[in-house]
């Protein structure tokens, strides 16, 4: 799903000033100046990033230091959802997702259905084949990726576990960034700097359909946990929801219950991602 974010305000334009000095790939190198004491020094970033023609490295996904922050933003709020989750999976960051991420924002085209990239046109919307999910930002302003996720969740506030939106808006970047899709383990993001706009896209391995388990923290993984996420996600997925019942009737001996239910028959301890 598309967003426009708001110009920032004066404030945010004093505090945020960047200066160009270099380039590395497809990033620039920007250090913070302030102007307020006409001094050159380092300072802490906002979540604005002012308009420059090369992609800030500060925002850059091709950065270890970027891609960490989109996953410790997304694990953050991913930990502190209520009611607490049994069963949430940690997100890590997948640079063969970001890949595709990429090539989705590098089209500069604002349009998504339902956060989901389900156009059979689109090769790079699908990992080990399965659909992936998809949230989507545009911005005439740079903004940092705590600050774009960050607006992603603020959806928190329409939403109820575990029914959905509570007053019809649309809910679907939070629930992909951290709570209903529990399923979704592995994301991948990508910037691009369009005609007039930036496009910030992440897309998330897998797609999900239900919400998570309410519970303890880790109730569900206690023997791999960290930080209240479980670390133990099943790299096998089921193709229907029914496995659990259909291993127990017919067993994973019965050929087509192994074929069709991979993961139930293979991970005994593991979370197995459903949706």
């Known amino acids: 799903m598309a967003d426009e974010a708001l110009t920032p305000s004066e404030s ?15 990033c620039s190198t920007l250090i913070h100046v302030d102007r ?3 001094l050159v020094v380092i300072v802490k970033a906002g979540n604005y990033l002012p308009n420059w023609d090369r992609i800030s490295d500060q925002i850059c996904t091709e950065n270890a230091e970027v891609q960490a922050e989109i996953v410790d933003v997304h694990n953050a709020f991913r930990r502190a959802v209520q009611p607490s989750a049994a069963n949430m999976l940690m997100m890590s ?16 085209i604002l ?23 998809e949230n989507l930002y545009y911005s005439s302003y740079p903004f940092s990726w705590t600050g774009i996720i960050t607006i992603w969740h603020e ?6 576990y575990p029914n959905g939106s509570t007053d019809g808006s649309s809910v679907g970047h939070y629930t992909q960034v951290t709570i209903v899709w529990n399923s ?3 994301v991948g993001c990508g910037v691009a700097q369009c005609s007039n706009f930036y496009l910030y896209g ?15 923290p880790c109730a569900s993984c206690p023997g791999s946990c960290v930080e209240k996420l479980c670390t133990n996600p099943c790299p096998l997925v089921d193709n ?36």
Not at 96 to 103: D, K, P, S, T
Not at 112 to 125: A, Q
């Open 12 to 26: 945010d334009l004093r505090h945020n000033v960047l200066i160009h000095v270099g380039a590395q790939k497809n």
């Open 36 to 38: 307020i004491n006409c």
């Open 93 to 108: 960051y997948s640079e063969e997702i970001a890949v595709g991420a990429q090539a989705w924002v590098d089209r500069c």
């Open 111 to 133: 349009s998504d259905l339902l956060g989901r990239s389900v156009l059979p046109s689109c090769v790079f919307c699908s990992h080990a084949g399965y659909e992936l999910g």
């Open 155 to 160: 959806e928190v506030t329409h939403y109820n």
């Open 184 to 186: 979704s383990y592995r």
């Open 202 to 216: 992440c897309q998330y391995y897998r797609a999900g359909a239900l919400p998570y388990k309410a519970g303890r």
């Open 240 to 275: 229907f929801l029914n496995c659990p019942t259909l291993k127990a009737i017919a067993g994973c001996s019965n050929k087509l219950v192994s074929a069709w239910c991979p993961a139930s028959c293979t991970c005994t301890t593991e979370i197995i991602p459903v949706g």
